[in-house]
């Protein structure tokens, strides 16, 4: 069983969410508790996303090279990043990650082409839907990813750092999203935010979601389980 190693605090709630789905999705299966090991490297928060919005794309490249780098010291046989917006840079700095990493890109596509999916909706933070890197990674499997206008972004982006980085969820803010979601039409709608599941769940719309972090943890386990 291989080691794991969870680049976190990218949010707080969000890592909080990784840790328990990987431990739940174990004990679902195996009934026991033999959990493989996990290490976690919490990041700062505020530093992050500053260096993000303000595009210091070399600080932020080192920054997480820094903390995959720790988990490897640490003794984690691979990687996880337990956020989307940091695969944005995860091609420029693939070449220099000590040990392998499980992208949540590539996981999430090859759960949408598995679905048959040919168009879906990217939603997440600011950050994630301005920029194209799940576009390129669903480009491979013939799939097609679009976004909501500016307005709907700022307004997912607010109800994201308002409210569930801090595990905070509200009625008005969950009809707001749902709304958005709604609008468009699509095969599925990608929780490109690893907060977002904790909003919206697949009973409370018809539109398929493909929930990021549920997905990236179920490829997380099943390599740690030497399954691939």
């Known amino acids: 069983m291989k080691k794991i190693g969870i680049l976190g605090g990218i ?6 969410h990784y840790y328990r789905t990987i431990t739940d ?5 195996y009934k026991d508790y033999y959990y ?12 992050f996303t500053d260096m993000e919005n303000q595009r210091r794309t070399e600080e ?25 917006s940091p695969h944005s840079v995860l091609d420029n700095i693939m070449a220099e990650i000590p040990v392998p990493i499980i992208s949540i890109v590539d996981a999430v596509a090859e759960e949408a082409k598995r679905k048959g999916l040919k168009k879906v909706l990217l939603t997440g933070i ?3 839907m301005q920029s194209d ?7 491979k499997h013939g799939i097609s990813v679009m976004v909501p206008d500016d307005e709907e972004k700022k307004i997912i982006d607010d109800i994201i750092f308002g409210e569930l980085v801090i595990n ?26 690893t ?27 099943g390599y740690a389980l030497d399954r691939k």
Do not use: W
């Not at 999705?25 to 299966?29: Q, V």
């Not at 493989?36 to 530093?47: A, D, G, K, V």
């Not at 490249?61 to 990687?79: C, H, M, P, R, T």
């Open 11 to 16: 949010s707080l709630a969000s890592t909080i």
């Open 25 to 29: 999705m174990y004990y679902e299966e």
């Open 36 to 47: 493989p090991e996990i290490l976690i490297n919490s990041l700062n928060f505020q530093y």
């Open 60 to 84: 932020y490249q080192a920054y997480i090279l820094e903390g995959l780098s720790n988990l490897k010291k640490a003794g984690a046989d691979f990687v996880i990043m337990a956020a989307n």
């Open 126 to 128: 600011l950050y994630t």
């Open 133 to 139: 890197f799940y576009q390129k990674g669903f480009r």
């Open 168 to 193: 905070k969820k509200s009625r008005e803010a969950q009809q707001k999203f749902l709304r958005i979601i709604e609008s468009y039409d699509v095969d599925g709608v990608i929780l490109g935010c």
């Open 195 to 221: 907060e977002l599941p904790q909003l919206v769940e697949q009973q409370d719309t018809d539109k398929l979601l493909l929930n990021s972090l549920e997905i990236h943890c179920k490829a997380t386990l």
